[in-house]
Nanobody, 125 residues
Framework: VQLQASGGGLVQPGGSLTLSCAVS????????VGWFRQAPGKEREGISC????????HYDDSVKGRFTISSDTAKNTVYLQMNNLKPEDTAVYYC???????????????????WGTGTLVTVSS
């Protein structure tokens, strides 16, 4: 099982960015997958999670209405569309999954057993 995140970069406040997470070793038709982030000096937090079993999503209040998580089963890829980015969104973003669970809420509020590499997002003018 592997997850590879990409798409990070430098963006101005108010801008948009799309992160991608290419997965292998499992299919996107049952487990929950999600995006977590860790800002400097802060703990890692779950911000956007998706159940690939029933397409139910969960968002942290800090990103609700600005971020959208989705998946493409044919491409084995999970996306995070980020709009109206703010300086406080600056962090290393990770994708993660728990193959034993399908709940998006549970994934975002747990420490998943399987992590991908991180990608740095910097929001600054």
């Amino acid at each position: 099982v592997q997850l590879q995140a990409s798409g990070g970069g430098l963006v101005q406040p108010g801008g948009s960015l799309t992160l991608s997470c290419a997965v292998s070793g499992f299919t996107l038709n049952r487990p929950a997958v999600g995006w977590f982030r860790q800002a400097p000096g802060k703990e890692r937090e779950g911000i956007s999670c998706l159940s690939t079993l029933n397409d139910i999503t969960h968002y942290d209040d800090s990103v609700k209405g600005r971020f959208t998580i989705s998946s493409d089963t044919a491409k084995n890829t999970v996306y995070l569309q980020m709009n109206n980015l703010k300086p406080e969104d600056t962090a290393v973003y990770y994708c993660a999954t728990d193959l034993g669970h399908s709940s998006s809420y549970a994934l975002c509020h747990s420490r998943p057993p399987t992590w991908g590499t991180g990608t740095l997002v910097t929001v600054s003018s």
